[in-house]
């Protein structure tokens, strides 16, 4: 069985691969069979005896390969591309890549198959706010819409970041609540700037960028946050719009 994860939203590719790290671990004996390479370095003839290696507990080995494809050399690649066939399927090979490779690749060709591939984009747009919502529910934090909208404006697809941003939301959220309240009111705009770190250069680089890459909604929404801050910034953001 082979999966090939990759794509620059790390976040998720991550949970994926530690997802099927652990039901394997609940499935097996232990991570005596078990075994994490690294591209970097790895020779043709290493990753031939680890495919081929039996397992000593379990029924299956899992290994993981990190960045065989950015990382690893020419020849390795195209070794594990011209024997991909031929692996023992006794075994289960995942190829974790953080980032997107060479696509024209004949290794990438090869693993970039349905039911074996799944790529991790970054998310925006109504698909990230509904990433942020699901993570808000899962640290208990409550945003409002406005809220959830206007954060992933200011942060974008760094979904390592937004957690960090949501646990502190959450503990800020629960540290006074009273027993006698149920339902926290939700947090809003203005505690989302009165929680969250951003200077007012990043929110400016952040207003460029979204309007450089057609993204008005998003534009607005920070141009509206950094004018009603400091209304003097309104002129200053005239030649950039």
Do not use: H
């Not at 998720?12 to 004996?29: D, F, G, V």
């Not at 809003?188 to 008005?216: C, H, M, S, W, Y």
């Amino acid at each position: 069985m082979i999966y090939f994860l990759y794509g620059p939203d790390t976040y998720r590719s991550w949970q994926k691969l530690s997802a099927i790290k652990e039901k394997y671990l609940n499935t097996s004996k232990g991570d005596t069979d078990l075994l994490m390479l690294e591209g970097n370095g790895l020779t043709l003839t290493q990753f031939k005896i680890q495919c081929q290696t039996k397992p000593l507990l379990s029924g299956r080995r899992l290994i993981i390969i990190n960045d065989l494809l950015t990382n690893g050399s020419r020849e390795l690649c195209q070794g594990v591309a011209d024997g991909l066939s031929k692996l023992d399927n006794d075994n289960i090979l995942i190829f974790y890549e953080r980032g997107l490779p060479d696509r024209r690749s004949a290794l990438f060709k090869a693993l970039d198959r349905p039911k074996q591939a799944q790529f991790f984009d970054n998310l925006n747009g109504p698909v990230l706010w509904q990433q942020i919502e699901s993570m808000s529910s899962q640290l208990e934090a409550k945003l409002s819409r406005q809220a959830i909208q206007y954060l992933a404006s200011i942060i974008g697809s760094d979904l390592y970041r937004l957690e960090n941003e949501l646990q502190k939301i959450a503990l800020y959220q629960n540290m006074d609540k009273s027993p006698a309240i149920t339902e926290p009111a939700l947090i809003d705009i203005e505690l989302i700037n009165l929680l969250v770190a951003g200077l007012p250069e990043t929110k400016i680089f952040d207003l460029t960028d979204a309007f450089g890459q057609r993204q008005g909604e998003r534009g607005q929404a920070i141009l509206n946050n950094l004018t009603s801050e400091n209304s003097d910034l309104t002129y200053s953001l005239l030649p950039l719009l």
